[in-house]
């Protein structure tokens, strides 16, 4: 049961936290919130899957909530405008969505149909208006999330997210040479790659729109903001890997910081959980540090013009969002669906993909 399920408050249910995962500091320096919106953020995520066809209805039907992939973006993006939240939730199912498909062709060795889609996303990334009827649902489903997504923030700001997401695309791309070739990163090699497929810039250029307020470049480029943002999804991206760890090296993976420490800096298990572990924890300890430094940063960019005061407010937007990145980040690996492996009939097999051998038609 995930926590929201049978409330419309930002209250938790409390949930089972294994010991080697738990963070008391999270649990008790970050309270948990969740946008007011959320109920109704769910069920239209839910309906938008349905109606873009990214998933089978039955599988819709018995697993989209459990998966809590609304929960997630309803406890980060705090305060957005309910239109700009639910252009995030949906894309932000859809990445999911996508993250599986990706999954999938590199399980079933389909290098074509993997090619093919990633040619069509770039494409539809630059023009989605040409694509939202097109023959792969998912390539019209992102294209109905980019126009979407594109509709709130000047040309400016679209370019950006374009070119960041441009990138993401292609570090999938070098995952799925890395898995088929069964090559495992070096530890520098893989911290790079991560901040790609986990997309850290996306989701903090995310903030924006749900901030009302494009961010000048000297502003998001600041030392005390740009850290803050990079701590925030450093800790999202390796708290999931300590948390997939025991079933990635289960399934022959090759991405995730565990395991390259293992292969690279020769660490025994125990010594890369401890070694994952101790990272993640420092990400938190630095980021109370970074946040005061961006907050003072807000502070300071309020100069008395109005202009001033309404940059400074979204900057404060931002870094209070960064914040909640972590609870929510936290709760969502203990709650979904997604990470409950040892409940799957097969663990290699998650019971909510489409997990057909034939590729795409």
């Not at 008391?24 to 938008?48: C, D, G, M, N």
């Not at 370019?159 to 570090?171: D, K, L, N, Q």
Request: aromatic share 12%.
């Amino acid at each position: 049961m995930h926590a929201f399920s049978h409330s419309t408050t930002s209250t938790p249910t409390a949930v089972p936290v294994p010991p080697s995962l738990s963070l008391p500091v999270i649990e008790s320096a970050f309270p948990r919130q969740l946008h007011p919106y959320w109920p109704q953020l769910q069920e239209k995520t839910r309906t938008w899957l349905l109606e873009k066809r990214l998933m089978p209805a039955d599988k819709v039907e018995e697993y989209a909530d459990g998966l809590c992939y609304t929960d997630l973006m309803a406890g980060y993006y705090i305060g957005a405008p309910e239109e700009v939240l639910q252009a995030i939730a949906d894309y932000s199912a859809w990445f999911f969505v996508w993250d599986d498909r990706h999954d999938r062709d590199i399980v079933h060795r389909r290098p074509a149909a993997w090619r093919r889609l990633r040619f069509r996303l770039h494409a539809a990334l630059d023009s989605p208006e040409d694509h939202l009827h097109h023959e792969d649902a998912l390539v019209a489903g992102f294209a109905d999330s980019m126009v979407r997504l594109y509709s709130f923030l000047p040309r400016t700001w679209n370019t950006r997210f374009a070119r960041h997401f441009h990138a993401v695309i292609e570090a999938y791309d070098r995952e799925f040479r890395n898995r088929t070739e069964g090559y495992i990163p070096t530890v520098e090699e893989y911290l790079a790659l991560r901040r790609l497929t986990f997309a850290h810039w996306i989701w903090t250029d995310l903030l924006e729109p749900a901030a009302g307020l494009e961010l000048p470049d000297p502003v998001r480029k600041h030392s005390a903001y740009r850290r803050a943002a990079l701590l925030s999804q450093e800790f999202a991206a390796w708290y999931n890997d300590l948390c997939s760890l025991p079933k990635e090296i289960a399934g022959d993976e090759v991405h995730n910081l565990g395991i390259s420490l293992i292969k690279d800096r020769g660490l025994t298990l125990e010594e890369a959980v401890t070694d994952v572990r101790q990272r993640v924890e420092e990400c938190i300890s630095d980021f109370l540090v970074a946040e005061q430094d961006a907050l003072e940063f807000a502070d300071s960019l309020a100069d008395g013009t109005v202009w001033g005061k309404e940059l400074s407010a979204a900057v404060r937007a931002c870094v209070c969002n960064m914040r909640n990145w972590f609870s929510s980040v936290y709760w969502f690996h203990h709650e979904s669906g997604r990470y409950m492996v040892d409940s799957w009939d097969d663990r290699s097999t998650p019971p909510y993909v489409n997990n057909e051998t034939a590729g795409e038609k």
